[in-house]
């Protein structure tokens, strides 16, 4: 596709949209200047190409298919059939997964999903008998209340959030520490890093249903043949959440005992961030459970976005080529080399680097809070997000740290010696704010004071960069 058509395509898109509601368009029109001028180190973004983008501006949002491939509650979904069986085709193919379930919208919803079908899959609930042989009216109260708890008694084991784990991981605040029993793992308190020995005794005591795996702040890799290993022993279903990975995956930077997919009984992922797709998730299954994982619209999901469907089978087919794995390499490369950049200057690093896309850096020693931190270096033009550390003192508003990752900027093209000079900014910009104080006076955990000219001195450094390094390069808005 030429630079000249997408250009085109979109500048009469914004017109279109302009003569409905101007405010709308010039919106997007400044969120394509804003991502173009700034340093985007949020490590679960990334920048989807023309053609998935444009995927999803179509009138297969407007069609409703809830249910499955043949099997709808909608008539006239045909064309919707055809796009979920390609992607659902292109992920099976991609990742090696016997089974791929295409429609959550978002990667909670995938790991709802996930908890669903184990549930309805492993609890030897007496209703669920029943209900294979009944119709679900004749259901007395009390096999309602038989399964509420069975179904709400049930054990999950997962990471905790400072250590690196999702929300829905099993913490409390999460719907997912309150529909389960659960119980966290950490890492080692000395290194940060995962201690399968310490998992394991976990599991043999709690003895967990499910375990899950995975992480969105954890900067290493994870070796899921020791997962699935501690799950088989004490009888849990191994849930791995790739959503974070999922491209380094696809990309064959994680092989072997790295990849979950051989291992995990489910893998749940998002689309849109190392995989550099839409914005959805993603349930890739063994076949025992896909029938329930089938069932997880209209369960557990509302209607599928079609057009988003769409737009996975586009980027599942772009995932697939040479050139994303070259991609995957070099986020896992930049990401070296932005904790290299990072160590050589002081900072002080969560397991003292990586090996994955992310960089999860402790901003104590700038006597920064990790809110402060993140405001400083947006004032500056570097768009990262706070982030918990490992029994961080600030909790999970405030936090000690900000998390880092390579996977929008490699898209733009940066390498070894942008992210070195990325990481000479950021402590810039840390090294010249200071704490500020409340209205009363005393210390404050969010407000900050960065010294004068940094931010202007950090973005011409930026652009200089950016400028190199364009953001959708041909594209051209009139
Ligand atoms: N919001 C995603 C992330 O930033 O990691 C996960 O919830």
Same mark, same amino acid.
């Given at each position: 596709?030429?630079?000249? %058509?997408?250009?085109?395509?979109?500048?009469?898109? %914004?017109?279109?949209?302009?003569?409905?509601?101007?405010?709308?368009?010039?919106?997007?029109?400044?969120?394509?200047?804003?991502?173009?001028?700034?340093?985007?180190?949020?490590?679960?973004?990334?920048?989807?190409?023309?053609?998935?983008?444009?995927?999803?501006?179509?009138?297969?949002?407007?069609?409703?298919?809830?249910?499955?491939?043949?099997?709808?509650? @909608?008539?006239? /979904?045909?064309?919707?059939?055809?796009?979920?069986?390609?992607?659902?085709?292109?992920?099976?193919?991609?990742?090696?997964?016997?089974? !791929? @379930?295409?429609?959550?919208?978002?990667?909670?919803?995938?790991?709802?999903?996930?908890?669903?079908?184990?549930?309805?899959?492993?609890?030897?609930?007496?209703?669920?008998?029943?209900?294979?042989?009944?119709?679900?009216?004749?259901?007395?109260?009390?096999?309602?209340?038989?399964?509420?708890?069975?179904?709400?008694?049930?054990?999950?084991?997962?990471?905790?959030?400072?250590?690196?784990?999702?929300?829905?991981?099993?913490?409390?605040?999460?719907?997912?520490?309150?529909?389960?029993?659960?119980?966290?793992?950490?890492?080692?308190?000395?290194?940060?890093?995962?201690?399968?020995?310490?998992?394991?005794?976990?599991?043999?005591?709690?003895?967990? %249903?499910?375990?899950?795996?995975? @992480?969105?702040?954890?900067?290493?890799?994870?070796?899921?043949?020791?997962?699935?290993?501690?799950?088989?022993?004490?009888?849990?279903?191994?849930?791995?959440?790739?959503?974070?990975?999922?491209?380094?995956?696809?990309?064959?930077?994680?092989?072997?005992?790295?990849?979950?997919?051989?291992?995990?009984?489910?893998?749940?992922?998002?689309?849109?961030?190392?995989?550099?797709?839409?914005?959805?998730?993603?349930?890739?299954?063994?076949?025992?459970?896909?029938?329930?994982?089938?069932?997880? /619209?209209?369960?557990?999901?509302?209607?599928?976005?079609?057009?988003?469907?769409?737009?996975?089978?586009?980027?599942?087919?772009?995932?697939?080529?040479?050139?994303?794995?070259?991609?995957?390499?070099?986020? !896992?490369?930049?990401?070296?080399?932005?904790?290299?950049?990072?160590?050589?200057?002081?900072?002080?690093?969560?397991?003292?680097?990586?090996?994955?896309?992310?960089?999860?850096?402790?901003?104590?020693?700038?006597?920064?809070?990790?809110?402060?931190?993140?405001? !400083?270096?947006?004032?500056?033009?570097?768009?990262?997000?706070?982030?918990?550390?490992? !029994?961080?003192?600030?909790?999970?508003?405030?936090?000690?740290?900000?998390?880092?990752?390579?996977?929008?900027?490699?898209?733009?093209?940066?390498?070894?010696?942008?992210?070195?000079?990325?990481?000479?900014?950021?402590?810039?910009?840390?090294?010249?704010?200071?704490?500020?104080?409340?209205?009363?006076?005393?210390?404050?955990?969010?407000? @900050?004071?960065?010294?004068?000219?940094?931010?202007?001195?950090?973005?011409?450094?930026?652009?200089?960069?950016?400028?190199?390094?364009?953001?959708?390069?041909?594209?051209?808005?009139?």
């Amino acid at each position: 596709m030429t630079d000249s %058509l997408i250009s085109s395509a979109y500048s009469q898109a %914004l017109e279109v949209i302009a003569s409905v509601e101007p405010r709308i368009a010039e919106a997007t029109r400044q969120e394509l200047a804003d991502q173009r001028s700034s340093l985007k180190l949020i490590a679960s973004e990334n920048y989807a190409s023309p053609a998935v983008l444009m995927t999803m501006g179509t009138w297969f949002s407007d069609k409703y298919a809830e249910g499955t491939v043949g099997h709808r509650f @909608y008539a006239g /979904c045909q064309n919707v059939d055809t796009v979920e069986s390609l992607a659902a085709e292109h992920a099976r193919e991609l990742f090696g997964a016997p089974y !791929a @379930y295409v429609q959550p919208h978002s990667g909670i919803d995938a790991n709802l999903v996930a908890f669903w079908s184990i549930l309805a899959n492993k609890v030897e609930s007496p209703y669920l008998e029943k209900m294979q042989a009944k119709n679900v009216n004749e259901l007395s109260e009390a096999d309602w209340e038989t399964l509420r708890h069975e179904f709400g008694n049930q054990r999950l084991l997962g990471m905790s959030l400072d250590a690196g784990g999702h929300l829905t991981h099993g913490f409390r605040p999460n719907i997912s520490g309150k529909m389960f029993h659960q119980q966290q793992y950490g890492t080692d308190p000395e290194t940060g890093l995962l201690d399968y020995d310490a998992v394991a005794a976990k599991a043999r005591e709690f003895k967990p %249903l499910v375990l899950v795996a995975g @992480y969105s702040a954890y900067p290493r890799r994870v070796n899921f043949a020791k997962m699935r290993e501690i799950a088989d022993e004490v009888g849990a279903v191994l849930m791995v959440d790739m959503a974070h990975f999922a491209g380094l995956v696809a990309g064959k930077v994680f092989t072997g005992e790295e990849n979950p997919v051989p291992y995990a009984h489910l893998t749940t992922t998002t689309t849109h961030k190392s995989l550099r797709g839409p914005r959805g998730g993603m349930v890739l299954a063994q076949e025992e459970f896909a029938a329930d994982v089938d069932r997880g /619209c209209p369960m557990v999901l509302g209607g599928p976005l079609s057009h988003v469907m769409a737009a996975k089978a586009v980027a599942f087919a772009e995932a697939r080529t040479p050139a994303f794995q070259d991609y995957a390499q070099k986020v !896992a490369d930049n990401a070296k080399s932005l904790a290299e950049g990072f160590l050589t200057r002081g900072a002080n690093l969560v397991t003292g680097g990586t090996d994955n896309h992310i960089v999860l850096l402790d901003v104590s020693s700038f006597g920064l809070t990790g809110r402060q931190a993140e405001s !400083a270096l947006l004032d500056a033009g570097v768009v990262t997000n706070r982030n918990s550390v490992p !029994a961080d003192p600030n909790g999970a508003w405030y936090t000690s740290g900000v998390r880092l990752g390579t996977p929008a900027l490699t898209t733009r093209g940066f390498g070894h010696d942008e992210f070195d000079t990325v990481a000479d900014l950021i402590v810039d910009v840390l090294s010249n704010t200071g704490a500020g104080t409340t209205k009363a006076g005393g210390p404050s955990k969010a407000s @900050y004071v960065l010294g004068d000219g940094v931010a202007d001195r950090v973005t011409s450094r930026s652009a200089e960069m950016l400028d190199k390094h364009p953001l959708y390069p041909g594209l051209v808005l009139s």
